[in-house]
């Protein structure tokens, strides 16, 4: 059993094996399990206590439906990003050191991994089209805040995300946060009770890691702390 497979037993090991897993099982998460995760993730700290998270859990029937929308929509080229679009999780271009993560990620990723070359813009694309499935996970999650403290609320947000992502893996599950979903945050909105003055952040995929597909041993390194951090003082 790798460290990964392991249920963590400390906040310190839910860090070290939190993963983005791209390949899950078919395995049902329980209900109870899911509320429970949340409710741990709502004690997040959120600016003056104002929680401006909201989030849209699909599983079953309503994850399948909202798929094949998806799809749908991938299909016929109806993305929805557009520049006015109060949030935008990438700039239109990169810049350095961003530009060289990003691009050593991809190519972890797709070619060293899956076996796509950088101009195979057919096997980018299916394995894209995965995202939209919530990459076979039994749960997708749609995490939504108020655009009103807009800024702060994403912050705030980001707090949330952490900590259901951590409490997953003491629960012994795995996740995967997905940007994805805003291209199309309008099929998002036919299909979910989501208002006017809410702004979809991401999408979540909630289950159980498929050990045995290429892209568990996908493990994204990180930078050392004297590569981000400055000490001042004595």
């Known amino acids: 059993m790798t460290v990964a497979q392991r249920t963590a037993a400390s906040v310190s090991d839910a860090l070290r094996t939190r993963r983005s897993v791209r390949a899950f099982r078919p395995t049902p998460v329980p209900r109870e399990v899911i509320e429970e995760l949340l409710a741990l993730a709502s004690r997040a700290a959120s600016n003056s206590n104002v929680q401006p998270w909201r989030v849209h859990v699909v599983t079953g029937d309503a994850k399948r439906r909202l798929t094949e929308d998806l799809w749908a929509a991938l299909d016929a080229g109806r993305r929805d990003r557009q520049p006015g679009y109060p949030y935008q999780p990438a700039p239109d271009a990169w810049v350095e050191p961003f530009r060289s993560r990003r691009a050593e990620f991809g190519d972890r990723l797709y070619r060293r ?12 694309d299916r394995h894209h089209r995965r995202n ?6 039994p749960v997708g999650m749609i995490l939504t805040v108020s655009a009103h403290p807009l800024v702060g609320a994403l912050v705030d947000a980001g707090q949330f995300l952490q900590g259901l992502m951590l409490a997953a893996r003491e629960a012994g599950l795995d996740t995967c946060a997905q940007a994805s979903f805003l291209d199309f945050h309008r099929v998002l909105r036919r299909h979910l009770p989501i208002a006017d003055d809410e702004i979809v952040v991401c999408g979540l995929a909630l289950g159980h890691a498929d050990h045995d597909h290429p892209l568990d041993d996908v493990v994204t390194p990180r930078e050392p702390v004297s590569a981000f951090a400055t000490f001042h003082g004595s």
């Open 113 to 124: 991994t899956l076996g796509v070359e950088h101009d195979d813009a057919d096997g980018r």
């Open 132 to 137: 939209y499935a919530f990459f076979g996970a």
